[in-house]
């Protein structure tokens, strides 16, 4: 089913003033990209069209691979909304404003093949699994729920029965010429070293499923705990089973597995600091930005190991360039069965390391220079390694003043809202302190072998060499593309929020004086009182 082209928009959406080196002009590049040639009236299936990565990966591989022949995308129904109708709607992002300009038909070459990848069989027709295992030559798998609290039943059923499915599936495509799934590198987690390889999983991917297709929901969400041992939670925990499903499927097959660390915003394409989520540190930067977070537990000299978005994807098809090439002939002269898939470790630690206590910097640096209109109090941020101290800092700054002002607002017949916010963001807290109290050593020698590996116009095309990448550069993009893709918050409105900051920040004081009054009125009244009492 080919998805309707939208009407072109009257007026450029809000976004195109922040970007940096945005514009590359591709037709400079020295000679020509073997990797365009590669995809070249060919056919595509991809999972996880619809998530950051997917998004990112569909405008990537539409604009600079302009003669591939057909993207094949797999959606399902959501929120009462047809697959066609949520995929037409997110082409009209800003993220599609270079594509739609370069390339104004682009539209037609997309297909919506309707399923689920939580389903056996992936919930595709009949029709359309025909039609992928006759058409389809390369596969990008990326669907995934990445929700840390998932079910370990759902869980299991998206990350590594889907799996195993599309691996079912990319074994009946008759024209398979590489195949990519993408994973995280924090998949094995438990380890304090992780290499460009398999790790032994403690319940092997087919034995879980087995567990949540027999088993009651409610035991194992009971057994949950048990079985999860190390991982902090369901869904590392099921990527690693996943990885498990990738060794036994993948024999025979032209298979790479992709590993990205913590992905944040564009850096450079097809708009810098462009990001459509508040997953892991960016959700810290929100709350951070609009005065509602005040402390993360973090260990500030431990390294951040944070990859932008747009770099992951040109690492991913450059991966998967490279196992086509590797083995040309399709089945007739696939890897051997005994040999497993390359793994890419895709990570920043090892060639441009960032700690916690910069990244926080940088963002404040940048932040308070275009402060948001969207903020409800004055900016105060620590980050502590201290458990106590963080305790201690979020009863101060987040739950007493929560109770006060949900009081004052019953009082004055509104709903009091910020003790059910400061719930979600402790629970929040709670899951990104895993990452940020702990550090990994990662490999990633293949990652740097694969571009060294490209020529000189897939260097710039396709470029994702976390050398040469400036997070000073970074981070004046990443801070804006928070305030304008995530606080919907244009760039023109900052003398407003400039104000409006200065407000809050008197505001701030006048609270933190008038709570120190009352501290020290009730000292001061304690000790006259012991004092009487001694007389």
Known sequence: MAVIAAPERAELKQGGDITYL??????????????????????????????????????????????????????????N???????????????????????PNFI???????????Q?????????????????????????????????????????????????????????????????????????????????THLHGEKLIDLVEHMDEKIINNITPGLLGDFPNTYAYTKSAA??????????????????????????????????NVYGPTGVVVGAAVGLIHVLNCNPTAVADLVPGDMVVNA?????????????????????VDQPPPVYNYVSSVEQPLTWKNFMKYNEIYGLKVPTKQAVWYYLFYITPSKFLYT????????????????????????????????KIEKFSSVIGYFALREWKFHNSNTQSLFNELNLADKEIFDFNMKALDWRQYFISYIKGVRVYLLKDPMD??????????????????????IIFVVLRVLWGTLWYCIGQLN
């Open 108 to 118: 037609k070459k997309i297909s919506i093949i309707e399923g689920d990848v939580g």
């Open 243 to 276: 990885e498990d499903i990738v060794q036994k499927y993948s024999k025979g097959l032209p298979v790479a597995v992709m590993r990205p660390s913590i992905v944040i915003g564009t850096a450079k394409e097809p708009l810098a600091g462009w990001i459509d």
């Open 392 to 423: 201690l800092t979020c009863f101060l700054l987040h739950w007493i003043p929560a109770y006060i002002i949900d009081a004052i607002a019953v009082l004055i017949g509104k709903k009091p809202m910020l003790k059910k916010a400061y719930t």
């Open 493 to 514: 409105t900052i003398p407003q929020a400039v104000s409006k900051y200065n407000k809050l920040k008197c505001v701030h004081y006048l609270f933190c004086s008038f």
């Open 22 to 79: 945005d514009m590359v002009d591709e037709a400079k590049a020295i000679g020509d990209s073997e990797i365009q040639k590669l995809f070249v009236g060919s056919s595509i299936f991809l999972t996880g069209g619809t998530g950051f990565l997917g998004k990112l990966l569909v405008e990537k591989l539409l604009r600079s691979c302009p003669d591939l022949k057909k993207l094949y995308l797999l959606a399902r129904p959501k929120k």
């Open 316 to 336: 991913s098809i450059a991966a998967l360039w490279r196992t086509a090439r590797d083995y040309t002939g399709n089945h007739e002269d696939a890897p051997p």
């Open 120 to 200: 056996l069989n992936l919930g595709i027709s009949n029709e359309d699994r025909v039609k992928i295992i006759n058409e389809v030559e390369f596969i990008f798998h990326g669907a995934a729920t990445v929700r840390f609290d998932e079910s370990l039943k759902t869980a299991v059923e998206i990350n590594v029965r889907g799996t195993r499915e599309m691996f079912i599936l990319a074994r009946a495509c008759t024209k398979l010429k590489a195949m990519l799934h993408i994973s995280t590198a924090y998949s094995n987690c438990p380890l304090k070293e992780i290499k460009e390889e398999f790790y032994e």
């Open 81 to 103: 909304k047809e697959a066609a109708k949520r995929l037409q709607e997110q082409f009209d992002d800003v993220l599609y404003d270079k594509l739609r300009k370069e390339q």
